[in-house]
């Protein structure tokens, strides 16, 4: 049994530690249905999805999946919207939030909409939606916190204020003249009702009940028509893995380079599962670091240097800061095991050939001593410049603490003993003078 889920900010990552069989992939965008419904998965669940700014997923990619005999699950976000649309055709609608949907009591997207941080940061909501504003003073009212009338001012005041910018204190200052209001604020931290939340992990317990019991199969009668348009994405996504092959093959033809970006390849691959299972992610601070860094030595200090490089490296915005994440990510999970590098890290260097000469290189420096008419004096400013504009042919970086720690070492002062050691060591008698 194969499920794949589309889910973001409706689900935080540890609420889906229930399902593991559950392939999770991030929120469904035009195209991606098709995608996952070739690789005929036992079941597709749509929770959340982009609908501004992105390309939505198409109704037609859902029924081609239909088509194909795959059953389809919509909940809670973009799932229930989709499945409202398409219950005639088969797709599986589940939750409250659907309910409502079709029988009128809710019509506007704004509903389910929310704003959310990206994927590096896990998807995080920053705005409330409107169907857990209703949820949450309908339990207020059942419970007798609030009467139906304040029940009423605090669902008019949150539908007055935009999806991106609803969220509770926003609510509670809207309405916090009018009487009858106070105890439901104070209420609020252990009585509120995350509708979308409970309408997904419905849909998730009902695709397991489904397939494990599955209904004798049947024909389907559905069809996606095959116009142009819908010609043009299953072409243009059909190319995208033969032209992938095609560069992997091309790289193929230089195989030291293959056999280095295949290492760094399997790095990144152990990194992100790394991060997976102990739910790490980079913050934005470490991503704006490596983002400063990248367009610093790609020369892409322009924003549309930057652009047109995305362009030509079939990248976009999103894409490009989950390449960024990924090389946080190995950052971390490097840094997390710095004490146990250094024995494999002398393995790698004997196979390679060049730990006889580095052996030899810092037996000379332990061994040096300065003559005493030949000291050499040099401030630190002096010696960074030398050691990586000179040597390194690079700027100092910005950030000589991350610099150092992502070289293995404790920290500024550690890099800068080592530098002074090294500058040291060639400006004497027994070193190259560079």
């Not at 501004?52 to 809670?76: D, N």
Request: aromatic share 8%; hydrophobic share 40%.
């Amino acid at each position: 049994m194969s499920l794949a889920v589309f889910v973001g900010p409706t689900l935080p990552r540890d609420a889906l530690d229930e399902f593991p069989e559950v392939r999770i992939l991030p929120p469904v965008r035009q195209g991606d249905v098709y995608r996952v419904a070739k690789d005929r998965p036992s079941a597709i669940g749509i929770i959340d999805g982009y609908f501004e700014g992105v390309p939505s997923v198409w109704h037609k990619e859902i029924l081609w999946a239909l088509e194909q005999g795959i059953p389809v699950f919509g909940s809670a976000s973009m799932g229930a919207l989709r499945a409202v649309e398409l219950a005639d055709f088969g797709m599986i609608g589940v939750g409250q939030i659907f309910e409502d949907y079709v029988a009128g009591v809710l019509q506007d997207d704004d509903e389910v909409a929310v704003v959310h941080s990206p994927a590096e940061l896990g998807y995080q909501s920053l705005s409330v939606p409107m169907v857990s504003v209703r949820a949450t003073v309908s339990r207020a009212e059942t419970v007798g916190v609030i009467e139906p009338e304040t029940a009423a001012r605090i669902i008019g005041a949150a539908k007055a204020i935009h999806y991106r910018d609803r969220n509770w204190p926003d609510i509670e200052n809207a309405v916090t003249e009018h009487a009858g209001t106070e105890g439901f604020f104070k209420w609020l931290p252990k009585g509120q009702v995350d509708a979308k939340a409970e309408d997904a992990r419905a849909m998730l317990r009902m695709m397991f009940d489904y397939l494990s019991d599955p209904p004798a199969p049947q024909n389907s009668n559905v069809r996606a028509e095959r116009t142009l348009v819908w010609k043009t994405l299953r072409n243009r996504i059909d190319a995208e893995a033969t032209e992938s092959d095609a560069v992997i093959d091309e790289l193929r033809l230089t195989p030291e380079l293959y056999f280095d970006l295949r290492a760094r390849a399997v790095l990144r691959l152990l990194a992100q599962e790394e991060a997976d299972r102990v739910d790490l992610s980079p913050d934005r601070e470490v991503l704006l670091r490596h983002m400063s860094d990248h367009r610093s030595s790609t020369g892409l200090t322009r924003k549309a240097d930057l652009m047109q490089w995305l362009r030509t490296n079939d990248l976009n915005p999103e894409l490009y800061e989950a390449m960024l994440s990924g090389a946080a990510q190995i950052d971390a999970v490097t840094e997390a095991r710095s004490t146990r590098l250094n024995a494999p890290l002398l393995t790698e260097l004997k196979r390679s050939g060049r730990y006889a000469d580095l052996r030899d290189r810092a037996d000379k420096k332990t061994q040096l001593v300065a003559p005493s008419d030949r000291k050499i004096s040099a401030d630190r400013l002096h010696m960074l410049i030398w050691f990586f504009e000179t040597n390194l042919d690079r700027d100092v970086p910005d950030d000589l603490e991350s610099y150092a720690v992502s070289l293995g070492l404790s920290g500024r002062d550690a890099l800068y003993d080592l530098i002074e050691a090294e500058f040291l060591y060639c400006h004497s008698d027994t070193g190259s003078t560079a």
